[in-house]
């Protein structure tokens, strides 16, 4: 086993579900990167639960980076069924793990090619180790709330099969709470479902979602308008009571170019309409979530190189990432791994063994191309 395939055993032994601290991650990490000649810090804060997180910041040189390499520490729950979720294991040229593909494997080839070009960078440099980006970036909106990361460029870890991914589609989550008011089932006049009022408002959703909203697109993207999906549903208490409160999630991934509030907007604009058909209809739309999305440039200096090192044309996505994060903070980014999404947030996820050493190499090119 060499150095990166070591280094990433030692990252997926680590349990690092969202759930937990992610401070096991970084104090792996650290010891190593603090040998290469960076001075490292930690931007922490608790999340929701009170769980403690940080982020891991290892900067060598001073001002500005030329170039940051970012990766996410937290990975999705794993079954425990799977015996070796926590142990690397090696089969057909393939490496098994919980975060041996999302994305411990991008962070073992940032570490394994700052080792390769230690005492040779000219210009400064950064890696970033985020947290909780599972679970909706939210180490990576701590930084742009602390303002704590300052770099040109950033290579943000995902499994994109070496792939350079120029853009993603924003992600939006919104709560929706129907009202009506409860009585027998044997005497519907006693009540008024909230069942039936959701179903009237959610089939103008489905109506304008497969019309107006696809009007705007970005033929960049597949599919090239903004999606919208009601993917939770729950209401009603018992078969024979008029059900009194329906909430549903509404989901929807915004092309870059559109406003992540106009989806918002114009369900507030259908919910007034089936008001004003119906007199005492009364729903609310809570927004929960509200993720730009990112649109590198083709011509980006970052993108052509990538595109230069991996062979393959830049491409775009429909699933979010950190890259509109690192768009906010200044940087242009583009996402960039080894594995593949598909094979990610299952049992059984893997990497491929030369996928994992040609990473190491395009980052080491990309570190002396950007701060050599």
Not at 176 to 201: D, I, M, N, Q, W
Request: glycine share 10%; charged share 25%.
């Amino acid at each position: 086993m060499n150095d990166v395939e070591a280094l990433l055993a030692r990252l997926v032994a680590i349990d690092s579900t969202s759930s937990r601290p992610n401070a096991p991650m970084l104090d792996a990490l650290e010891p190593v990167l603090q040998s290469l000649g960076f001075t490292t810090r930690r931007v922490g804060y608790v999340d929701d639960a009170g769980v403690p997180k940080a982020n891991l910041l290892a900067t060598l040189g001073h001002g500005t980076a030329e170039l940051a390499l970012v990766g996410h520490t937290d990975c999705v729950p794993f079954d425990p069924a799977w015996k070796e979720a926590l142990t690397l294991t090696e089969r057909d040229g393939k490496l098994y793990g919980r975060g041996a593909c999302d994305t411990k494997a991008f962070i073992a080839c940032a570490v394994t090619a700052a080792a390769r070009v230690k005492g040779q960078l000219q210009k400064p440099v950064l890696l970033a180790f985020t947290a909780d980006e599972e679970v909706g970036c939210v180490g990576a909106k701590h930084l742009v709330k602390t303002r704590a990361l300052d770099a040109k460029r950033a290579i943000v870890g995902e499994p994109t099969s070496l792939t350079p991914v120029r853009a993603n589609k924003g992600y939006c989550l919104a709560d929706l709470e129907v009202h009506g008011k409860e009585g027998h089932s044997a005497y519907p006049h006693t009540g008024a479902s909230a069942v039936f009022r959701a179903a009237r408002l959610l089939t103008r959703l489905e109506t304008y979602s497969l019309g107006p909203l696809r009007e705007q697109q970005d033929p960049a993207f597949e599919p090239p308008f903004t999606t919208l999906n009601v993917g939770l549903l729950q209401g009603g208490k018992a078969k024979n009571v008029i059900p009194g409160n329906v909430r549903a999630t509404l989901e929807w991934r915004p092309i870059p170019a559109q406003g992540v509030e106009k989806v918002l907007h114009d369900a507030l604009a259908l919910r007034d309409a089936c008001a004003a058909e119906e007199p005492g209809f009364r729903a609310e739309v809570r927004p929960l979530r509200m993720d730009r999305g990112f649109d590198t440039s083709p011509q980006a200096d970052v993108v052509r190189f990538l595109e230069g090192q991996s062979g393959k044309v830049p491409i775009t996505v429909a699933f979010g990432t950190e890259g509109p994060q690192l768009a906010e903070l200044g940087a242009v980014p583009v996402v960039f791994g080894p594995g593949d999404i598909k094979n990610a947030h299952q049992t059984g996820e893997f990497v491929p063994t030369a996928e994992l050493h040609r990473c190491v190499e395009v980052l080491e090119a990309a570190l002396r191309h950007f701060c050599g």
